[in-house]
């Protein structure tokens, strides 16, 4: 057990390696646009629509084809299979996606006006739909490293791809002036560069050829992850379309920066989901694999709750630190952003049995689910409290999400978790987000900040401990890393003599 842990912790580590620093690094740059006033509140309100957009965009360009291609890979030996398969989705997508996108160019001023209520972010919305299509593919060689556990050359392509964008975002956004027109032309100057490189990963699997039962294998275990998908996106971009309804782009603007730094929590959830895929399909095959599974859901929940507790403890402090005070309007919105994003990694930890079992089609269930309460809730809060009544809307949607799926794929695939286990880090969670937003003392925010984390930390550890929630086996193990990082620490400043 403890190898496979450590293989899946290795993953995530290397795949968060590669993204983790840039998004860093992106997150205090929201700091430098905002209080430096290259980007306004306006400016974050449409930034939220076109993402709206965009997030549908991409699930219509992929038609489900990607789980289908990770899902089949293995049951494909290279030397024809392999190809074939290949070719027949590459080439489908690359027809069909000619057509949907060069109707959405031609629509995109119609959907800024519409939308958006200002033409002058067309441009804007025109790059998105260009680089949209050119991504399309781009799944094949990333999927392709994953798949044969190239996580260090992926991490470095992540890593290049995203380092190279905000290089050119604080050229083109904070140099030149450019606004979101910048934002987006520099997502397409940095698709363009790093579609040569990938090349070397999707090139051998390409022929001229296309297989009509291949085709409808691939459609019909990924059309149902479509509806899902467009289902799903509507839980973060229907309530802000609706939002603005209520409140207008400005104030739009302020929810859509309150709900960034609440999806802090994805610095971990994007990591985990891109190794996750690979080794649960792997694991399967494994006698004990359901007993993997419940432990590293156990795992995964503590991660979770443990960054809800501080996103929680911190909201307000984050936002003096990152913005400034005309965002506190948006300080309820922080933690109930990091709930609803808690249950979305949830559900990527409980739903696999759909996939395992190749049950894609009850997918939508859960998130058309999910979109009814979080679009309904919506339409009854948002009037009566704004933005905080899109952020519960979001919460009781990713719950809801959660919920649908784990039972659907319990009928399935039916996993005994550690419910008791689970419970015990909840409780110790919620206490220790108490304890750090309520027991420090008046301080400037960036020293508050620092403080409450620490405390979350140390007050969720020690609860965790007091409870009993670790086993005999994993408190050796606690002991064991200790003493190798203190073994490390006392070794390193005689090396630097030497």
């Not at 994953?146 to 260090?152: G, S």
């Not at 290089?167 to 040569?196: E, F, H, Q």
């Not at 899902?228 to 996106?233: C, E, R, S, V, W």
């Not at 979001?394 to 005994?416: C, H, K, W």
């Amino acid at each position: 057990m403890r190898a496979t842990v450590g293989h899946l912790g290795k993953g995530i580590a290397i795949y968060g390696a590669g993204d983790a620093a840039i998004q860093v690094v992106n997150f205090l740059l929201l700091a430098v646009y905002v209080k430096q006033g290259y980007l306004g509140q306006h400016d974050y309100g449409a930034l939220g629509l076109i993402i709206a957009v965009e997030g549908v965009a991409k699930i219509v360009s992929r038609w489900g084809l990607d789980g289908a291609f990770m899902r089949f890979f293995h049951d494909r030996p290279p030397g024809g299979p392999l190809e074939r398969m290949t070719s027949t989705i590459v080439w489908f997508l690359l027809a069909a996606n000619a057509v949907v996108f060069a109707l959405l160019f031609a629509i995109s001023g119609w959907i800024a006006e519409r939308l958006i209520h200002d033409s002058s972010y067309v441009a804007a919305l025109r790059l998105m739909v260009v680089n949209t299509f050119l991504i399309s593919l781009t799944f094949v060689p990333f999927h392709l490293m994953r798949l044969r556990n190239q996580a260090i050359t992926y991490s470095a392509f992540v890593f290049a791809r995203s380092a190279g964008t905000t290089i050119v975002r604080i050229i083109l956004v904070i140099g030149l002036g450019w606004g979101l027109t910048g934002w987006y032309a520099a997502d397409l100057i940095l698709t363009i560069a790093i579609w040569p490189f990938l090349l070397r990963w999707m090139v051998p699997l390409l022929r001229v050829a296309f297989d009509g039962s291949e085709l409808r294998l691939a459609l019909r275990f990924g059309l149902p992850r479509l509806p899902h998908g467009l289902a799903q996106q509507a839980l973060e971009g229907g309530n802000k379309a609706l939002l603005k309804a209520y409140v207008g782009l400005g104030q739009l603007g302020v929810y859509n920066n309150g709900f960034t730094l609440g999806t802090g929590i994805r610095f971990f959830t994007s990591a985990f989901e891109t190794a996750w895929a690979p080794f649960y399909y792997a694991t399967a095959k494994q006698p004990d694999a359901k007993t993997v599974f419940a432990k590293m859901t156990t795992y995964g929940v503590a991660v979770l709750t443990l960054l809800v507790a501080g996103t929680v403890a911190v909201s307000r402090d984050v936002i003096l630190v990152m913005l400034t005070p005309d965002y506190l309007a948006a300080v309820p919105v922080v933690p109930l952003i990091a709930v609803g994003m808690a249950a979305q990694g949830v559900y990527l930890l409980t739903s696999i049995g759909l996939n395992l079992t190749s049950r894609t089609r009850y997918y939508p269930l859960a998130t058309f689910a999910a979109a009814a309460v979080g679009l309904g809730a919506g339409f009854v809060l948002m009037p009566r409290l704004g933005m905080t009544g899109a952020a519960i809307a979001f919460a009781a949607s990713g719950v809801t999400q959660a919920t649908v799926a784990f039972l659907l794929s319990r009928t399935f695939y039916p996993i005994e978790y550690e419910v008791g286990r689970i419970v015990r880090v909840v409780a110790c969670g919620a206490l220790a987000a108490f304890a750090a937003l309520w027991l420090p003392p008046a301080l400037p925010p960036l020293a508050a900040l620092g403080l409450r984390m620490v405390l979350t930390v140390g007050t969720f550890a020690a609860l965790l401990s007091l409870s009993g929630f670790f086993r005999k086996t994993e408190r050796a193990f606690i002991v064991e890393l200790a003493t190798r990082l203190r073994k490390r620490t006392t070794v390193l400043p005689h090396a630097d003599a030497d």
